[in-house]
T-cell receptor
């Protein structure tokens, strides 16, 4: 069975600095998708970024980028120029052939002024 | 604008009551999901559905059932609510890509259920 592990329950970063959130996963599948979701205090889950496993190029979305290491089964999220609005829970998720998303336990990120 | 709507944001029910949580999406998505979110445990899948009248058990289906009579609506039912079902419940939907989840899931705003 697939599993997703986020080893950092909580992190903090100063405004305007860079922070990296870690995620590892376990699967025997070769084709799959990986996602980072953000859940602010409003509770609305929002997709931050998506990576296709067959693509070697790391996905980027403005200040958000990933470091995807397929062989190591690692999928970290880098947030550059952190803003107060980035304060949220961040969830790493795996999407494979079962048809549903498998989530990690989350990392609570606090951006401090 | 893409929308997944859950019928209640907060709900308080008594032990033993039958509880219905409703979810509606307006994106014509084939797939719909119910997750339970608890601190330190992340999101755990309760049930999901690939099509009308079809359902699949997730990781924690015990004590729950679901109903999908129309494509846009997916209901979660707590047959006899218990205090250990106090939690945040999240509904989500996504396009079907032949059974492989290629597109992202869109989430509702969550229902915080308290069973007393």
């Amino acid at each position: 069975a697939q599993t997703v592990t986020q080893s950092q329950p909580e992190m903090s970063v100063q405004e305007a600095e860079t922070v990296t959130l870690s995620c590892t996963y376990d699967t025997s599948e070769n084709n799959y998708y990986l996602f980072w979701y953000k859940q602010p205090p409003s509770r609305q889950m929002i997709l931050v970024i998506r990576q296709e496993a067959y693509k070697q190029q790391n996905a980027t979305e403005n200040r958000f980028s990933v470091n995807f290491q397929k062989a190591a089964k690692s999928f970290s999220l880098k947030i550059s120029d952190s803003q107060l609005g980035d304060t949220a829970m961040y969830f790493c998720a795996f999407g494979g052939s079962q048809g549903n998303l498998i989530f990690g336990k989350g990392t609570k990120l606090s951006v401090k002024p | 604008d893409v929308k997944v709507t859950q019928s209640s944001r907060y709900l308080v029910k008594r032990t033993g009551e039958k509880v219905f949580l409703e979810c509606v999406q307006d994106m014509d998505h084939e797939n719909m999901f119910w997750y339970r979110q608890d601190p330190g445990l992340g999101l755990r899948l309760i049930y999901f559905s690939y099509d009308v009248k079809m359902k699949e058990k997730g990781d924690i289906p015990e004590g729950y059932s679901v109903s999908r009579e129309k494509k846009e609506r997916f209901s979660l039912i707590l047959e006899s609510a218990s205090t250990n079902q106090t939690s945040m419940y999240l509904c989500a939907s996504s396009f079907s890509t032949g059974g492989f989840l290629g597109t992202e899931a869109f989430f509702g705003q969550g229902t915080r259920l308290t069973v007393v």
